[in-house]
């Protein structure tokens, strides 16, 4: 008879998991990160950076190496939407200019290093703006989330589907329980 109310019991907790709103059992979201306040913060392969465009849509930037010294005479090329849109060279203190750029999100990058970018004209930049792109050439940092992989992969994954989740964690949890019930209750 216990075992019975025990079956009952977790039949009824794995359809509870799946039955409960999303709220209840979602993640407390983490609160952001806080914005970069130096320009040698803003690297490569992170967040979208948003920049300002200056009038005309000419968009300012400086091409550095790790330690923040210029990088004269590089190359850089602009791309939207996969397609190079610009293509420049940096002047003696690394800083390039290109015009013609409309508001987007923009990949500039160098021989040695890339800067993901969304453009705002002038008038339309949100305050956080920053008025020019910066990219670290020779960046030889490892890009990825702390503790990522596959675990932080399958991790976003649950988080994004709580019910399948919960339901597949009550079903491991109650199969093997009923499947030992019922063994037992035929003597084997």
């Known amino acids: ?20 709103p999303q709220s209840a059992i979602a ?57 190079e849109v610009a293509k420049t060279t940096t002047d003696e203190r690394g800083v390039f200019a ?15 290093g890339s800067s993901a970018c969304r453009l705002w004209a002038a008038d339309t930049a949100p305050p956080s703006a920053r008025p020019a792109a910066l990219v670290v050439a020779g960046d030889d940092l490892v890009r990825g989330v702390p503790g990522g992989g596959v675990f932080q992969s399958w ?14 964690v009550a079903t491991l949890v109650a199969v093997p329980i009923i499947i030992a019930d019922d063994d037992w209750d035929s003597g084997s």
């Open 1 to 20: 008879m216990k075992r019975n109310a025990f079956k009952k019991w977790v039949g009824a907790v794995a359809a509870l998991g799946l039955v409960l």
């Open 27 to 83: 993640a407390v979201p983490v609160s952001a990160a806080p914005v970069a306040k130096s320009p040698v913060d803003n690297l490569p392969g992170g967040a979208m950076n948003d920049i300002a465009l200056q009038p005309g849509g000419v968009l300012l930037g400086q091409v550095v190496d790790p330690q923040g010294v210029a990088k004269a005479g590089a190359p850089v090329t602009i791309e939207y939407a996969g397609r």
């Open 98 to 112: 290109a015009q013609g750029l409309r508001g987007g999100a923009y990949k500039i990058t160098t021989a040695e």
């Open 155 to 168: 991790k976003e994954w649950c988080m994004a589907h709580p019910y399948i989740t919960a339901g597949t």
